[in-house]
C-alpha cells in the first residue's frame, strides 16, 4: 500500500532555480524521509524530520513537515544539473511501532536543464 | 568501506525458473529489506526481516522467499509462482529502532525472456 504521495510528478527547472516538491500521506508518522534516485541506480537517504520537528536543513535542502496537514516539502536551493534525479518521500510507523519499515512514495522526477 | 551490495546488476530468467538475487551487508545493520520498484509505482515492500532467523511478510510477498541466516545476508528468490517477476529490485538495510534512514544497494534488474 502506498502511503506518500508526491507532487508534482515531474518538475523541470533551469540551473540556479529552486525546486520544490511535495509529499502527503493518511496516517499518523514517527518520522518522514527523503531520497533520492539516480536512473537505474539504488536511492540515497537525504533527511529525516520527526514529527514533533517542523523544519530541517542540511546543506542546500530545506525540509518541513505539518502533522496536522499530513504533508511534508522538500526544496533545493540553488539548484544543479547533478541534482537531476527522482526524489521519494517514505514514511516511518506511528509511535509505538515495533519496526523502521518504510512506505515509500511515488516520486517526483526533476530534472535540471544547464 | 561499509555498504550494501547486490548481485547481480542484470538477471535474465526463463519462464518456469526460480532465480536469487544476493543482498550482502557490512555495516553491522540488524534490519533488511528487499522492495520492489516498477516504472510510476514507486517501491513496494516484498519482505523485511528485523533479526537474524526471522523475516515477515511485505504488501507483495506472494511469489517471493527468503532467508536470514546470516546478519550480513538477505537473499530474494523469485519463484515461478510469481507472474509478473520483471522489474527493478532493490535491497535495503538500516539500524533496528524507528529513527534510522535506510542504505540501499545499487539494485538488480530482474527481465523475463
Known amino acids: 500500500s502506498q502511503q506518500g504521495e508526491e507532487d508534482p510528478q515531474a518538475l523541470s527547472i533551469q540551473e540556479g532555480e529552486n525546486a520544490t516538491m511535495n509529499c502527503s500521506y493518511k496516517?499518523?508518522?514517527?518520522?518522514l524521509q527523503w531520497y533520492r534516485q539516480n536512473s537505474g541506480r539504488g536511492l540515497v537517504h537525504l533527511i529525516l524530520?520527526?514529527?514533533?520537528?517542523r523544519e530541517k536543513h542540511s546543506g542546500r535542502l530545506r525540509v518541513t513537515l505539518d502533522t496536522s496537514k499530513k504533508s511534508s516539502s522538500l526544496l533545493i536551493t540553488a539548484s544543479r544539473a547533478a541534482d537531476t534525479a527522482s526524489y521519494f518521500c517514505a514514511t516511518g510507523p506511528p509511535y509505538g511501532g515495533a519496526t523502521n519499515k518504510l512506505i515509500f512514495g511515488t516520486g517526483t522526477l526533476l530534472a535540471v536543464q544547464p | 568501506d561499509g555498504g550494501i551490495t547486490q548481485s547481480p546488476k542484470y538477471l535474465f530468467r526463463k519462464e518456469g525458473q526460480n532465480v536469487t538475487l544476493s543482498c550482502e551487508q557490512n555495516?553491522?545493520?540488524?534490519?533488511m529489506y528487499w522492495y520492489r520498484q516498477d516504472p510510476g509505482q514507486g517501491l513496494r515492500l516484498i519482505y523485511y526481516?528485523?533479526?537474524?532467523?526471522?523475516?515477515q511478510k511485505g504488501d507483495i510477498a506472494e511469489g517471493y522467499s527468503v532467508s536470514r541466516e546470516k546478519k550480513e545476508s538477505f537473499p530474494l528468490t523469485v519463484t515461478s509462482a510469481q507472474k509478473n517477476p520483471t522489474a527493478f529490485y532493490l535491497c535495503?538495510?538500516?539500524?533496528?529502532?524507528?529513527?534510522?534512514?535506510?542504505?540501499f544497494g545499487s539494485g538488480t534488474r530482474l527481465t523475463v525472456v
Open positions: 524530520i520527526r514529527s514533533n520537528e
Open positions: 496516517t499518523s508518522i514517527n518520522n
Open positions: 555495516l553491522n545493520h540488524d534490519a
Open positions: 526481516s528485523q533479526i537474524v532467523n526471522d523475516f
Open positions: 535495503a538495510s538500516s539500524n533496528s529502532g524507528r529513527n534510522y534512514g535506510y542504505t
